[in-house]
């Protein structure tokens, strides 16, 4: 707590320091909960992991852009972007990070009062809020020029590329824990031409190239308490050029499973139908005219694709001796993978299914 002190001192803060609270449901940075007293206000503190972002600098110049662009585009449209734009704290310097002596990276944000990100969805009306949420968020970015964007994290969502990955991690068996993960690696492999349809399509050039998230889960969206409504879409690390169906099937791989990421009993888990034709219709509301028929067709596939492909990731962390992912116990990386597998195999045999549900709602 010392620490985090002496660093809350670099930042132009408001009031007297009075508490910070770890914030544990990220899995690659670290975030504090500030209070700060006379006056009261709240902040949101967070160390950059620079093992994952390997160029902290460029991540932040690409959160300056789209808030940047967000609010201005909320106070064109007659909106006060208050609460709906994440909005960054400098430090007295007038810079917006701040680099330790020992090395770590650091940065503020003001803390959306009166709002919570949600783990998961109560209600299909909630994540159906939650989908109008991104779908804005995206909508809002569709007129942003995808090529002024850093790259923060290479190939983050190359499907291939993970699986190219996950083959170096078992040959190389860093932590002696291939044996042990043989038959998730061999599900995944047999799987891996049609979940990499999507980045072989995107990099032919046959799906538009988008700002996206990349990183959609329900808790990345800010809800107000009071009302329900989808306020503000959070942590904009990874928001990179990239296509649309990676926030669809990223959303509804996490919101529309009816049990956590890392649920140990598999027998749970299973894909919601009914949350997942409440996040389309949203989704899709928010969107507006922005989507394309070739991406319409591709959103099915696209919820396969996100899970199969975290699979890939879990997996790869788990034999390279979990070096990217904070993990709470030693299998953990494990029972994710094999919580994401036992997901994928539900998905793909409601592809119809959910393909029927997504005619319905563009005939809405
Ligand atoms: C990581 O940090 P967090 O929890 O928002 C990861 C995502 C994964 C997610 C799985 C930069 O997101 O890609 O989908 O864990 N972010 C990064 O929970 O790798
Ligand atoms: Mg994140």
Known sequence: MENIRRVCEQFAFCGEFSGAEELTSGNINSTYHLTYEYPHREYILQRINHYVFKKPGEVMENVLRITGHLTAKYRAAGIDPTWRVLKLVPLHTGE?????????????????????????ADTPAQFREAG??????????????????????????????????????????????????????????????????????????????????NDTKINNVMMDTRTGEALCVIDLDTVMPGTLLWDFGDAIRFGASTAPEDEPDVSKIALNMEYFAAFT???????????????????????????????ARFL??????????????????????????ALLKDVLAKRDEMAAAVRRCMGK
Request: aromatic content about 10%.
């Open 132 to 213: 109008r949420g991104f779908g804005v968020f995206q909508n809002m970015l569709a007129d942003f020029p995808a090529n002024q964007l850093h790259v923060t994290i290479p190939g983050f969502h190359d499907t291939c590329a993970r699986f190219d990955a996950l083959e170096r991690a078992a040959a190389e068996d860093a932590a002696g824990r291939a044996a042990e993960a043989a038959p998730e690696l061999g599900y995944l492999r047999a799987h891996r031409e049609e979940l990499c349809r999507i980045s072989t399509l995107l990099d032919a050039g046959e799906l538009p190239l988008r700002v996206t998230h």
């Open 316 to 341: 790869a962390d788990y034999l390279n001796g979990d070096t990217y992912f904070k993990t709470g116990y030693p299998q953990h990386n494990l029972v994710r993978t094999r919580a994401q597998i």
């Open 281 to 311: 219709e949203g989704f899709l509301a928010g969107v507006g005219e922005h989507i394309e028929p070739a991406e319409v067709e591709l959103l099915p596939l696209s919820v396969a694709v996100m899970t199969g492909e975290l699979a």
């Open 96 to 120: 917006w990070m701040y680099i330790s002596p020992e090395g770590e990276y650091w940065r503020a944000y003001e803390y959306i009062s009166g709002a919570a990100a949600p783990d998961r």
